[in-house]
């Protein structure tokens, strides 16, 4: 079970860097353009080395979303604290924080992931927090950029950019819900299950 968990997770996360940093590239390509230079042609050498950069630029943007985004991982409902307690009990965690149980569960639903929905949407959640790190910082660049060189068309861009951010932003929180809602619910099915 340890090779085949991670294997998946190896799969999900280099799919996710390459998509991330695919779309990075793409944008700094658009950039260049917007600039007024010229994109080179690029033969099979340079596609070869444009997916490393590529997966490269995928761990800065995820990097970059661990440092800036830091989603709220002690504000749980009461019907999520009742699954807590769970565990808390279960595995004589008593003296733990409810953030470190859930890190705990979470480990637990990832090793038992039957429905393959928690890592899918934790590789959603990925996905999306690392587009939102390319598109913020794109609209920054947009911005600076729209000061010292107004163009119409430029400000056109920069609005795309903002509206593609806040979009980007909502799917992130939603598929953290999702991943966190799914985490304690595989927790709590493994539970009951066991009992039967």
Request: no cysteine; aromatic share 18%; proline share 1%.
């Amino acid at each position: 079970m340890k090779n085949k968990i991670f294997t998946k997770f190896s799969f999900y996360d280099q799919l996710g860097y390459i998509l991330v940093g695919s779309i990075a590239l793409f944008v700094i390509f658009f950039d260049i353009w917007m600039l007024g230079y010229q994109i080179p042609e690029i033969n099979s050498v340079d596609l070869f080395v444009l997916i490393i950069i590529a997966y490269f630029l995928g761990h800065i943007s995820q990097s970059l979303a661990n440092l800036i985004i830091k989603e709220k991982r002690d504000d749980f409902s009461r019907d999520e604290k009742e699954i807590l307690n769970i565990a808390r009990e279960k595995f004589d965690l008593k003296e733990k924080a409810d953030n470190e149980i859930y890190r705990f569960i979470n480990m637990i639903s990832l090793g038992y992931d039957f429905s393959e929905q928690v890592e899918i949407f934790n590789a959603y959640y990925g996905l999306y927090r690392g587009w939102l790190i390319v598109f913020g910082a794109q609209s920054i660049f947009l911005f600076g950029y729209s000061i010292f060189a107004f163009v119409f068309r430029n400000l056109i861009f920069l609005i795309v950019a903002i509206i593609i951010t806040i979009l980007l932003y909502l799917r992130m929180k939603r598929f953290y819900n999702y991943s966190r809602e799914k985490t304690l619910q595989t927790f709590l099915i493994i539970t009951k299950s066991e009992k039967s």
